[in-house]
């Protein structure tokens, strides 16, 4: 354990609790990194963090916790900040609840945006974790298309931030914004780029395991061998640090996608019935396949492009293809694409001859 290296953590803190007043989050921050190894000197930064006795240094390590994957440890400040005499506090206690309970179970992302629509920020900060949770729910629910009107005031309200700490926090969200936004663009390019910086932050397991995911998605129709590797790296540190909920969607969703968009399906399982419809395509068991898929109603995108995809209709696949488009997903929309493409080279005639791009 890293604690082992100090005897006694509250000497460590004494030089930054003088005169009952605490010095800033970012100075002890500072002072340990420049001291310590890296492992070791966030340990005392976290020990720091829950035995906090300053409003600000209190709201702060909200942030340090979640950016550097302490989720248990959060759990303490969030309580320790929802009952925080200074409305700020209890704001950021309600939006840093919101974004760690996104990470443990399946939630309403509508009814989180609901949930914050009402709240008036009282500070910048404020504002901007609402806006964070804005567009982490539109991403999440695949309206990609509403993720640029943030990009602007986002940028603005960071311009604002002074404290050098949290500036480099905001900077990471910023670029996992436009790993994923570049990713949604289809500009892939610029989303590994982005991404290959995220994994070279140190000590944020849980934001590695999601960019090794999102990486992988990116191989979807270049390399199937790099794909699997990136997925196989998401599973690995998913099941090292216990994150259930990432561990049964790579499992169940990534895993099989990648798989059945490649037509490959030996050895692959899954749990999900409309990922095992989707490997039923691959397999040509199409009727099984057609059990599952037609009777579901109101097919997302996703689902009508594996119905599009098993029957060979083009009209489905204009469509989900229309509706991936309209998201503002074009990476997405390269899936009815494609299979639109191949459904074009096997015909003589010139019916799919209309000019489709992305």
């Known amino acids: ?26 100075i002890v921050y500072k002072a340990f990194t420049a001291q310590y190894d890296p492992d070791t000197a966030l340990h005392l930064v976290k020990g720091f963090c829950l035995t906090s006795t300053s409003l600000e240094n209190q709201r702060k390590s909200l942030e340090f916790l979640y950016m550097r994957s302490f989720f248990q440890e959060l759990d303490e400040m969030i309580e320790i900040n929802k009952k925080s005499e200074r409305m700020e506090n209890r704001q950021w206690a309600e939006l840093f609840d919101i974004l760690i309970t996104r990470r443990r179970k399946n939630v309403d992302h509508y009814q989180i ?7 008036n920020p009282v500070s910048s900060y404020v504002e901007l974790y609402k806006q964070f949770v804005t567009i982490y729910c539109y991403h999440e629910l695949r309206q990609s298309g509403k993720l640029a009107n943030f990009l602007d005031s986002i940028n ?29 663009c289809n500009e892939l390019i610029l989303c590994r780029m982005y991404g290959f910086r995220l994994l070279k932050k ?150 799919y001859q209309r000019d489709i791009s992305i």
């Open 156 to 184: 603005d309200l960071i311009e604002q931030v002074e404290d050098p700490l949290m500036l480099m926090f905001f900077q990471e969200r910023m670029e996992d914004f436009n790993f994923f936004y570049h990713f949604q």
């Open 1 to 26: 354990m890293c604690d082992n290296k100090i005897e006694n953590q509250h000497e460590a803190f004494k030089p930054f609790r003088l005169n009952e007043e605490e010095s800033s989050l970012y």
């Open 202 to 351: 140190p000590h944020n397991n849980y934001k590695n395991c999601l960019v090794h995911r999102n990486i992988a998605l990116t191989y979807l129709f270049e390399s199937y061998e790099q794909a699997m590797y990136h997925i196989d790296e998401a599973l690995r540190i998913a099941k090292e640090m216990g994150y259930t909920l990432l561990e049964e969607g790579i499992v169940n969703n990534n895993i099989p996608f990648i798989a059945a968009v490649n037509g490959k399906y030996e050895g692959i399982s899954t749990t999900n019935p409309v990922e095992q419809a989707h490997l039923n395509i691959a397999k040509g068991n199409i009727d099984e396949a057609l059990e599952v898929l037609e009777n579901i109603e109101n097919l997302s995108h996703y689902q009508e492009y594996y119905l599009g995809k098993a029957l060979k209709d083009k009209t489905r696949l204009m469509n989900a293809y229309n509706r991936f488009i309209q998201q503002g997903d074009y990476f997405g929309a390269k899936l009815p694409l494609t299979e639109i493409q191949k459904l074009r080279e096997n015909t003589n005639g010139d019916e």
């Open 113 to 119: 945006l609901n949930q914050i629509k009402n709240m």
